[in-house]
């Protein structure tokens, strides 16, 4: 782990901040995918002209991405509550992009280093960027899931976990987000009437609930979108076994917030191609779970056209305004053989 002096990190934890209160990326508008748009139910709807999509420039905040909120908030928790006097090793489970913001930030904390605990699926790419970041790096065994592992490992004397998937701190944490949001609609000069995520903690759901819908825009209507199933399993998203699996050990509850049933229907075929597609025509530079959070939300406008309630999420000035909460991009998955096919074909 890297080490600063009392006014470097002082001066870091003030940049940090900064960033979240005036900092964050510009929402801009995305493009239809010509996919989606030559498919004959977008054609028929008409809805190219009531709808307008925006998500986070690039998806990224500098060099910390999305993710920002949630571990800085759960951080500062954890301190104020005595947890690091001791100088503990921090561990927790991570998909990629939690633990890459925990290595970033750890060094501006009181403790001895951070363990970030990866499942054996994590694609090599997003090792490199964990181990980039400062993070130590442990992969769970064949068929035992990272936070499993996590917790065994926490058992042992010097050691404090972080759960990110039970702490509250995930979707506190997105306050900072969804203030943003507010405030970047107001500049844009539209009322967001839909806001999506894909599955990971769930807590950019309960935040979105939380913080965006019922102190700012009471008919918002929120997205849910996971893999289909083990088998489809997107690279940082989850199917609803693995959700079930969350339920288990205290995680978030998203049921009583998403807009309709989960999105789960999307194969890893159609999120791969759509994901080379939207790099090489529309130069946006997105991982697979933004890709599939794209295609699930065509898959429930469509759902909705079907069922004649459309309009059910429009806003007041009869629009469908979305924003689309992602925050991967595609470079840590090209070490993929099957993920790099559908960019050379």
């Not at 995305?30 to 925006?54: A, C, G, N, R």
């Not at 088998?231 to 050990?249: F, V, W």
């Amino acid at each position: 782990m890297r080490h600063f002096n009392e006014l470097e990190k002082s001066n870091m934890r003030e940049r940090l901040l900064g960033i979240l209160d005036h900092g964050l990326p510009p929402l801009i508008e995305l493009p239809v995918p010509d996919t989606i748009e030559m498919e004959s139910w977008f054609q028929k709807s008409k809805i190219k002209e009531i709808l307008s999509v925006y998500a986070f420039e690039g998806g990224k905040i500098r060099a910390a991405n999305g993710k920002l909120p949630a571990v800085l908030k759960t951080w500062l928790i954890e301190e104020k509550e005595g947890k690091f006097d001791n100088r503990p090793i921090v561990i927790g489970p991570t998909s990629g992009n939690w633990g890459m913001i925990s290595g970033l930030v750890a060094p501006l904390f009181n403790v001895a280093g951070f363990q970030a605990v990866v499942g054996s699926d994590v694609p090599d790419g997003k090792l490199v960027h964990l181990k980039s970041s400062g993070a130590e790096v442990l992969v769970a065994p064949e068929g035992v899931s990272a936070i499993t592992y996590a917790l065994e490992l926490s058992k042992k004397s010097g050691y404090h976990l972080i759960n990110q998937y039970t702490h509250r701190g995930t979707y506190e944490g997105g306050r900072w987000t969804m203030n943003h949001i507010v405030n970047e609609f107001h500049r844009i000069g539209n009322i967001p009437s839909v806001f999506a995520a894909v599955t990971g903690t769930c807590g950019t759901l309960v935040a979105a609930d939380l913080y965006l819908k019922k102190e700012h825009q009471p008919n918002l209507k929120i997205f849910g979108v996971a893999s289909m199933s083990k088998a489809e399993d997107i690279p940082g998203s989850r199917y609803p076994e693995k959700l079930e699996a969350l339920k288990e050990i205290g995680g978030f509850s998203y049921e009583n917030i998403i807009e309709l049933p989960l999105i789960a229907g999307v194969t890893k075929d159609r999120v791969f191609a759509l994901n080379a597609k939207l790099f090489q025509q529309y130069f946006l530079s997105v991982g697979p779970t933004a890709a599939l959070l794209i295609a699930g939300f065509y898959d429930r406008l469509r759902e909705h056209y079907e069922h004649g309630t459309i309009d059910s999420l429009k806003n007041k000035d009869g629009k469908i305004i979305a924003v689309l909460y992602f925050m991967d991009m595609h470079l840590p998955y090209l070490e993929d053989p099957e993920y790099l096919s559908f960019f050379q074909n």
